[in-house]
């Protein structure tokens, strides 16, 4: 496996997560909705404790809406409540208000019963590199201006964004580091750009990818590369790959295809494709 996290850096930053946890009423975690599975580390599961917790499946403009919904059902099922997100076109922001408020609303009756009147949620943001953190805090802050300064009782220097709605969020998201374990799990991480292209080779990552597709999304990718049955039955994945890598004109070039069909995949060239299916991301 190529991807190699240091222990020293893991406990800082899991340290440094559990600290921030005291502070807050509630935990989004945020995740990829097209990796609802591998843009999470289970060590947030282990430190969350007893704290509320909800999961953002951000970027659900990129996913499959049909496997989003599933998703949801599947967290669910485990006990764990989410929503959908779209935070680059702003699309989604009151249902993740609704869901917390929802989450909350004992805490917050008992806080009015005993003469709290207009509680303000404290929350903070968590997930892995890439999934959309800054960018949520930036929609969710929207033209309010970062309040900062210190609450009493709580850690000092530690800095609240005041948002649109009656919720004040940690200005730094805390951040966990992916877990690698399985190497399909890394591939499906570079295939979305979560982690930089250079750690894996792009053969590798777009053969992971022709594969799934092959198995998930037959149809589309016969389509988008106008492919015969027979190049997809006669065929092993390496070999669908060389075929592709002449068929667009690159003669034997098959990094350049496979640069180029990673490329497509995240444009959407073959639609809005999830590669974590519940239940079944280990066998794909
Ligand atoms: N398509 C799409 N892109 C998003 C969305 N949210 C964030 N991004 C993009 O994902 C990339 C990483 O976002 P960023 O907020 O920096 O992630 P962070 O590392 O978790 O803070 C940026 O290019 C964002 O524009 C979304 O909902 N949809
Ligand atoms: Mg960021």
């Not at 945020?30 to 509320?52: M, T, Y």
């Not at 996913?63 to 099922?77: G, H, M, N, R, V």
């Not at 997930?127 to 009493?152: C, E, F, H, Q, Y």
């Not at 000092?156 to 951040?175: A, C, E, F, M, R």
Request: proline share 4%.
């Amino acid at each position: 496996m190529a991807l190699q996290w240091y222990p020293g850096h893991m406990n800082k930053a899991k340290n440094q997560v559990q600290d921030r946890l005291k502070l807050v009423d509630i935990v989004l975690e945020i995740v990829d909705a097209r990796l609802p599975f591998s843009s999470r580390n289970p060590v947030l599961e282990q430190i969350i404790d007893q704290k509320k917790h909800i999961i953002i499946l951000n970027k659900s403009d990129l996913a499959d809406p049909k496997l989003t919904s599933d998703w949801k059902l599947s967290f669910e099922q485990e006990g764990i409540r989410s929503v959908e997100l779209d935070a680059k076109h702003n699309k989604g922001l009151g249902k993740i208000n609704d869901l917390i408020h929802s989450e909350l609303a004992d805490k917050i009756e008992k806080y009015e019963n005993n003469g709290v009147k207009n509680y303000r949620i404290k929350a903070m943001c968590i997930g892995i590199p890439n999934v959309g953190k800054s960018t949520i805090l930036n929609r969710i802050v929207g033209k309010n201006v970062a309040v900062t300064g210190n609450k009493p009782g709580v850690t000092k220097n530690q800095n609240w964004l005041k948002t649109k709605y009656d919720i004040d969020l940690l200005d730094t998201p805390g951040i966990l580091w992916p877990k690698i374990d399985d190497p399909k799990v890394g591939m499906k991480l570079a295939l979305s750009g979560a982690i930089k292209d250079k750690i894996y080779a792009p053969d590798d990552v777009a053969i992971y990818a022709l594969n799934f597709l092959e198995a998930h999304y037959l149809e589309r990718l016969q389509e988008t590369y106008g492919l015969d049955k027979s190049d997809l039955f006669d065929h092993t994945t390496p070999e669908l790959l060389m075929h592709l890598t002449e068929k667009l004109g690159y003669k034997e070039d098959y990094e350049r295809a496979s640069r180029r069909i990673i490329e497509d995949v995240r444009k959407l060239k073959l639609g809005r494709v999830t590669f974590d299916v519940p239940g079944e991301f280990y066998e794909e």
